[in-house]
């Protein structure tokens, strides 16, 4: 398949499949890109005439043998209207050119410079800056990308050198913070924020957003998406929205 070197698609994911789920139709003249498979998602792509969908997050085949009705109207929908599903999940959070968190940083001006384990796996990516930013500038630009309900802790440097994102649920576990103030971070991107998250970071002294789980995973499929038009210009890309402000 077109995409499965290119994403390195043998890596082990631990949590949701990555590649060729469904194969539908051999004729393509339309792909939808999103975030997240459903059968909603389904019915949009095939109200624009989509032959295959590619998502962010796709789901697994269930742990045992037991009827899961939301797994198989899933599959089913797919199967009966032809439709072919791929699913990039670690491989579109890692990926060092056009994965969620290389495309945070890059947008906020960042040079991405190493992954960053996450759970002891390099689901995010460290950037820093050449010249310091205003953090106040990163969160206006950030703004236009991010949740209407995204979380602002202001307590770190006004003036941000180190940045790190870790896109979707990436909020740091207690045992991480030490880390986090050795390296000198000064920003921390995620799109999910914990409880305890708030006092960690302000006695860590580290400013940090938490921009909605499903607007920190728009990056890497959009940027997917840009990577199709520019090599098959011959099939029509298509951005199926379903917006989530989690």
């Not at 990555?18 to 998602?41: C, T, Y």
């Not at 409880?195 to 990056?219: D, K, P, Q, S, V």
């Not at 990577?227 to 989530?244: A, M």
């Amino acid at each position: 398949m077109f995409f499965d070197p290119k994403l390195d698609v043998e890596k082990v994911d631990p949590y949701m499949t990555n590649g060729l789920m469904i194969k539908g139709s051999d004729q393509i003249e339309n792909i939808g890109f999103a975030v997240s498979a459903s059968v909603e998602l389904f019915k949009l792509a095939k109200q624009n005439n989509c032959q295959v969908v590619i998502v962010h997050h796709s789901f697994n085949l269930p742990k045992t043998n037991n009827y899961d009705y939301i797994f198989q109207e899933r599959f089913a929908y797919l199967i009966k209207n032809n439709l072919s599903l791929f699913a990039y999940h670690f491989l579109l959070d890692a990926h060092p050119e056009i994965g969620n968190n290389v495309s945070i940083l890059k947008t906020i001006g960042a040079t991405p410079d190493k992954p960053f384990l996450h759970h002891g796996n390099p689901w995010g990516y460290t950037g820093i800056f050449h010249r310091p930013r205003p953090v106040s500038d990163l969160k206006k630009i950030l703004s236009s990308y991010f949740s209407p309900r995204s979380v602002y802790y202001d307590f770190g440097s006004q003036s941000v050198k180190k940045v790190v994102a870790v896109s979707g649920k990436g909020a740091p576990l207690a045992s991480s913070m030490s880390d986090l103030i050795n390296d000198k971070v000064d920003l921390y991107i995620t799109g999910e924020v914990h409880e305890w998250n708030r006092e960690l970071f302000r006695e860590a002294g580290i400013n940090f957003i938490a921009g909605g789980h499903y607007h920190t995973e728009m990056f890497g499929i959009k940027a997917l998406l840009e990577k199709l038009k520019k090599d098959l210009p011959q099939i029509t890309p298509l951005w199926l929205d379903l917006t989530n402000e989690v």
